[in-house]
T-cell receptor, first 111, second 112 residues
Framework: KQEVTQIPAALSVPEGENLVLNCSFTDSAIYNLQWFRQDPGKGLTSLLLIQSSQREQTSGRLNASLDKSSGRSTLYIAASQPGDSATYLC??????????FGTGTRLTVIP | EPEVTQTPSHQVTQMGQEVILRCVPISNHLYFYWYRQILGQKVEFLVSFYNNEISEKSEIFDDQFSVERPDGSNFTLKIRSTKLEDSAMYFCASAAGAGELFFGEGSRLTVL
């Protein structure tokens, strides 16, 4: 069964800093990997999707990379802002339907 | 921008009662999902639905759970006889194909 782990569990950085969030998965036979943002008590907002054949995807200040062979993905956030404060979840899709989620990294950007 | 909508946003019910959570997926999507998140825990897969039938379900999705697409727009999750441990946030998601999933804001279920 796919296990997804995210490190660190929580991260606090000053505004303007660049940061990296890590995600690892045990089964490298994934279809894709998706990064989400979750604000407290809210739903999941999709940030980036990386297909298994891709190495990275970029959207604005966000860049996600994927290394299937080592079972790792990273989410890079450039020039962090207080509005980036949220929990970031990665989810690996194995099989046709099922997303396996990590427990998330809770990010706090200090003004 | 198209979005997945869920109702109710919060439901409180007594143990043993039936609950129906409703979802309106994005209109041109063909794949529909229910996930749940118990407070402080991971988001967990419950069930996927395609072509008017369940395509995959997890161990959590036992006989107490059922899903239905009663018309062209709604996708519902029914819990027949709620238990305390069913208290969670329930998320509906939809996808156009095998790629990106789009999630709703969730329905918080509290079982007393």
């Amino acid at each position: 069964k796919q296990e997804v782990t995210q490190i660190p569990a929580a991260l606090s950085v000053p505004e303007g800093e660049n940061l990296v969030l890590n995600c690892s998965f045990t089964d490298s036979a994934i279809y894709n990997l998706q990064w989400f943002r979750q604000d407290p008590g809210k739903g999941l907002t999709s940030l980036l999707l990386i297909q298994s054949s891709q190495r990275e995807q970029t959207s604005g200040r966000l860049n996600a990379s994927l290394d299937k062979s080592s079972g790792r993905s990273t989410l890079y956030i450039a020039a962090s802002q207080p509005g980036d404060s949220a929990t970031y979840l990665c989810a690996a899709k194995t099989g046709a339907n099922n997303l396996f989620f990590g427990t998330g990294t809770r990010l706090t950007v200090i003004p | 921008e198209p979005e997945v909508t869920q109702t109710p946003s919060h439901q409180v019910t007594q143990m043993g009662q039936e609950v129906i959570l409703r979802c309106v997926p994005i209109s041109n999507h063909l794949y529909f999902y229910w996930y749940r998140q118990i407070l402080g825990q991971k988001v967990e897969f419950l069930v996927s639905f395609y072509n008017n039938e369940i395509s995959e379900k997890s161990e959590i999705f036992d006989d107490q759970f059922s899903v239905e697409r009663p018309d062209g727009s709604n996708f519902t999750l029914k819990i027949r006889s709620t238990k305390l441990e069913d208290s969670a946030m329930y998320f509906c998601a939809s996808a156009a194909g095998a790629g990106e999933l789009f999630f709703g804001e969730g329905s918080r279920l509290t079982v007393l």
